[in-house]
């Protein structure tokens, strides 16, 4: 059998048991990185781009991007390298974080692939190979989340315009903002993202907003006004607000309650 993919590691990732920094170095990718979060809380950073993790959230590294971490976290992780062009081709559309559907079955393929990775017996490596394989074909397939052919070709303008979300959701972006960013016009591009995400762009924005200052109300001690500046919300008491409305907590509750967690 041709190998079409070389594996170069797939384990379980505890960060803190790596290394004792809350931020760790940036690095440059030298190969394909898949990884697939099982806690909540830190921040992954990619070209620059800040993506706060949840957990089941899939993160896809390709070589040469420059990335780092924030805070700790835990993952199951696979690095490859292929030279097949229909490889290459099945992740290239697929953004740098996104939160998949499929989580039971990515979870399992994943756990298989450890146990077949660390294993000595004969033919774990053609299991490695069709594992990896299986994951990258889930994922490919199950992102497809434009339910009309005809709109399959703004994958990447949809893309573009969730990096520049991820980027920019301190400052006060306009749809205009982000529909530029996507290169098309506001009007078409809110209804090629709704049907593409599933939601609005404002409520994709709102729910990285929300991320952002769920980790920082865990892991500093900000005051919530410097919260709402830091996450992009006009005032403190509109973000005392929009997230009581969202999760059902204050802000003020929510960091007692992770407090006594922790």
Sequence with gaps: MENLITVYKSDYYISWEMTKTEVTPPRTVSHFEIEFYTTSGNTSVINGVKYPQEKNNILIARPGDIRYSIDRFECFCLHFSTESNSITDA???????FKPHAVKKIAEVFQDLTNACSSRATGAQLLVQAKSLELISILSNEHCELPAYKYSKYSKNIADACEFMAK???TNITLEDIAKAANLSPGFFHSTFKLAK???????LLQIRLSMSKNLLRNTGKSLSEIAFL???ESQAYFSYVFKKETGL???KYRTMQQLII
């Design 91 to 97: 992740i290239a559309h697929l953004p740098h974080v």
């Design 168 to 170: 920019f959701f301190d």
């Design 198 to 204: 599933q939601k609005t762009p404002r409520e994709y």
């Design 231 to 233: 996450c992009g919300f």
């Design 250 to 252: 204050s802000p003020k």
